[in-house]
């Protein structure tokens, strides 16, 4: 299995653009996790979905993010407008949550706004 | 919400010598997790517990439910040991992650 896909890696955009950053889970994996890491908060979850359904949003920093599953192999976290403090990398992680509660990590997206 | 404390946050230590990172949580919880980042950032899952203890090859973990404590041993270190490990809590509802312990083994 190719693991967890995130895409793009690296993304560096201006203040009020418009960020849109995607994962793909392993397959089979019925749970997915966004999570965002900076320096000063660490690692935080921001939503997960089950089954393609968001279960927990609390964690989204405010109206300006926003995270869709539209299938079971696909996921968007968006952010509209950006901002600078928005700079962080964020991972996805998926788990087979039926089985196990073991997540499995993307290699992230560290995005810059300037 | 659960609180998660690491300690040490940083530790340096020579090759071969046996580490131990400490993981604690005030809520009681379904699992723990153990994780590991590299310098290049990707993060990798070492262990998941929700009791007692667990092997894998070098690397020991252990919980303490009543105490709720977990620790991470490291036999044997070797520079390659050298990451930032990060213990988290929770279950099918996500994590809540510790602020992470920055291990050095130097050779």
């Known amino acids: 299995d190719a693991g967890v896909i995130q895409s793009p890696r690296h993304e560096v955009t201006e203040m009020g653009q418009e960020v849109t950053l995607r994962c793909k889970p392993i397959?089979?994996?019925?749970?997915l996790f966004w999570y965002r890491q900076t320096m000063m908060r660490g690692l935080e979850l921001l939503i997960y979905f089950n089954n393609n359904v968001p279960i927990d949003d609390s964690g989204m920093p405010e109206d300006r993010f926003s995270a869709k599953m539209p299938n079971a192999s696909f996921s968007t976290l968006k952010i509209q407008p950006s901002e600078p403090r928005d700079s962080a990398v964020y991972f996805c992680?998926?788990?087979?949550?039926?089985?196990?509660?073991?997540?499995?990590f993307g290699p992230g997206t560290r995005l810059t706004v300037t | 919400k659960n609180e998660v404390e690491q300690s040490p946050q940083n530790l340096t230590a020579q090759e071969g010598e046996f580490i131990t990172i400490n993981c604690s949580y005030s809520v009681g919880i379904s699992a723990l997790h153990w994780l590991q980042q590299h310098p290049g950032g990707g993060i990798v899952s070492l262990f998941m517990?929700?009791?007692g203890k667990k092997k894998h090859g070098r690397l020991i973990a252990t919980i303490n439910i009543q105490e709720k404590h977990s620790s991470l041993h490291i036999t044997a270190s070797h520079p390659r040991d050298s990451a930032v490990y990060i213990c988290?809590?929770?279950?099918?509802?996500?994590?809540?992650f510790g602020k992470g312990t920055h291990l050095i083994i130097q050779p």
């Open positions: 517990l929700s009791s």
């Open positions: 992680a998926s788990s087979f949550n039926g089985h196990s509660y073991e997540q499995y």
């Open positions: 988290a809590v929770g279950g099918a509802d996500g994590l809540t």
């Open positions: 397959s089979g994996h019925n749970s």
